[in-house]
């Protein structure tokens, strides 16, 4: 008998009675066993949500089989992987480098379970970063009048490297509605969160002069309605009158770099789950 797989399986559906006892019957029929099991009932739409991680004998198609037969009874949307795959990405930046730095460093002391296949800039600014972890970096341009070209251009690249996930780490372009659906579910964005009060540029500037006392971050999910798609996680940090607009910069630099890390880990992990316009997150 061949050594167990690990696997995660995550779904969602109708909320109704039997569920749990369903989807664990079946996976004691297949001998699996299950090692962390983590579930979620919406009132408010009605949907049941489930993450389970479980040890089994049988191979993965055979697997997925019985899952797709449980789908239809149920009505469920769901995902099957082997648990710790790293799960290939595309990084997206434009001149910052704070966000991109940290995912590869997590990638490559291996606490970010993602294999990033590809650095994307609209400037050409982090290439050098790239080549020092030794990531193929890809610049395109962006203007007004090359915008659809650029899109298509990155879209065709993701399908190329077979990339599961893309990361706008600090990527000062806002994605046409075209792209933003395309890449639904699988994009993540990371921002200061002084939106909407501080737009434009020098926000920490614009932050200092008002006075704030809390410093955050939001990494959510990309739509088509700018920073506005479904908040996967958000990070904080206090501050007060002593601190300078560059203290305060640099304080928002690691925010946004914690929020963003703790964000792709737990989607690469397959722990987030679309509830509408929210989040379900199994921690």
Known sequence: MSEPTAFVLSLSCPDRPGIVHAVTGMLARHGGNITESQQFGDADTGLFFMRVEVACAVAEADLEAAVAKLADEFQMTWKLDIAGRKMRTVVMVSKSEHCANDLLFRERAGTLPVEIVAIVGNHPNLRELAEFYGKPFHHVPVTPETKSDAE?????????LDAELVVLARYMQILSEPMADALRGRAINIHHSFLPSFKGARPYFQAHDRGVKLIGATAHYVTADLDEGPII?????????????????????????RALARAVRWHAEHRVLLDGHRTIVFK
Request: proline fraction near 3%; charge should be negative; aromatic fraction near 2%.
């Open 233 to 257: 996680e958000q990070d904080v940090d206090r501050v007060d009158h002593s601190y300078t607009p560059e203290t305060l910069t640099a304080i928002g630099a690691d925010v946004e770099r």
């Open 152 to 160: 298509q251009q990155v879209l065709a690249l993701v399908d190329d």
